[in-house]
């Protein structure tokens, strides 16, 4: 941790304010919306997964409140998960992003 922080004080970073623990990288951490570990890219961040489950449930909410219909709701959910399936599988090993599908 101590390297950590003189690398970011020598080269003007500074660690966001909500950021609360710097652990070591055999333990794994997420970066960008993926998870880590000390063999490198293992998946979407268990967090990214949530924030997009939110997301599917706000944006089905928000058009049955506007009362779209059944159709029209499930496209526009379609459409944001398969942006993100895109986007996720850009990051990922053929093998791991196969499990989006």
Request: hydrophobic share 35%.
């Amino acid at each position: 941790m101590l390297a950590l922080n003189q690398f970011f004080n020598h080269f003007g970073f500074k660690q966001h304010p909500d950021k609360i623990y710097i652990g070591r990288i055999e333990k794994g951490f997420d970066f960008l919306g993926y998870q880590f570990n000390s063999t490198g890219l293992v998946d979407v961040s268990p967090s990214n997964k949530n924030t997009v489950s939110n997301k599917r449930r706000q944006l089905y909410e928000q058009a049955r409140y506007a009362a779209e219909p059944l159709a029209q709701i499930q496209q526009r959910v379609k459409v944001y998960t398969n942006r993100w399936c895109r986007w996720a599988s850009s990051g990922l090993s053929d093998a791991l992003a196969y499990r989006l599908r």
